[in-house]
């Protein structure tokens, strides 16, 4: 494999090539998927202990209920944007999950 670092002004340059331009935006954005990882871990994991099938839907509720987010979809699907509906709820989600 060639090396093409000299194409490069420097490494950082380097790097947002291979793995896009980290900003604030984007580590706000992995941080919301992470946290919400962590959360629908403790959600099912709560649901298979009480024996709770599995529904389309119930994540969003429970998350919405126990944390006080409310996530939009987008196309039917989680979108990367939530809204606070509970501040106190929310902040136990934050010292919780981060």
């Known amino acids: 494999m060639a090396n093409n670092n000299h194409l490069y002004a420097d490494r950082l340059s380097r790097l947002n090539t291979l793995i896009g331009q980290v900003t604030e935006a984007s580590v706000d954005k992995y941080e919301h998927w992470r946290t919400l990882q962590q959360a629908k871990a403790e959600f099912d994991n709560t649901r298979i202990a009480n024996g709770q099938a599995w529904e389309l839907g119930a994540f969003a509720d429970w998350l919405e209920n126990t944390y006080g987010v409310q ?11 939530f809204h606070i509906v509970d501040e106190q709820k929310y902040l136990i989600y934050r010292l919780k999950f981060e």
């Open 71 to 81: 996530l939009e979809k987008e196309e039917g699907m989680i979108g990367p944007k």
